[in-house]
């Protein structure tokens, strides 16, 4: 289970106006809710938010929020970004209780190299890169491997063919394909045929005119 922490504060002031003098003062307006708790507005300074997006998997890192002194487990269940600057304008925190199960995505991590591309150049295509999981906020993998250096050319992985640790639930359906090594594409080279006649001129469609056919005549 990956983990990390990130301080913030309580907020009084909620709305628009509010958060728009927030995010001028270098901080992104957010909310902390839970099953045994009121939701409370926070904020979070703008550079400790984005170093830390940028170092973690947000879907499934167990955040230890510290609000006015008191840490709180959290999960990061939403992120509003900017349309054109793309900077995070709001952020959501569910706050975890112990022995109730949450709902994250886990990214699957292929390992080795498929024998169907390495011998015969075929081509992989990675189809689902995670899993939908219901899991123990204190049992959520970082991720989880498969091995595909024995997929051959035609060979596809489903969800039912995966390892999955102990205690996870995986929500996607057993038939859904992982992945497949399909055959490399055929190119088609124009060759010219040997002894080939050059291509004849165009035929002329119309009739000629009266003076056409004399100027033949002559």
Known sequence: MATAQLTARSRARSGKGAARSL?????????????????????????????????????????????????????????QRHPLRRSVIHVDFQELVAGEKVIVRIPIVLVGTSIGVRQSGGILNHVTTELECRVDPSNIPNRIELDISDLNIGRTIHVSELTIPDGVDVLNDAGETICVVAAPKEEKAETPVEGAEAPAEPELIRKPKPDEEVEEKK
């Open 23 to 79: 995010r001028r003062d270098g901080f992104v307006p957010g909310v902390i809710y839970g099953h045994a708790r009121q939701p409370l507005a926070v904020s979070v300074n703008a550079r400790e938010l984005s170093r830390l997006l940028d170092h973690i998997s947000a879907e499934n890192t167990v955040i230890e929020l510290t609000i006015d002194d008191t840490v709180s487990r959290t999960l990061i269940r939403e992120i």
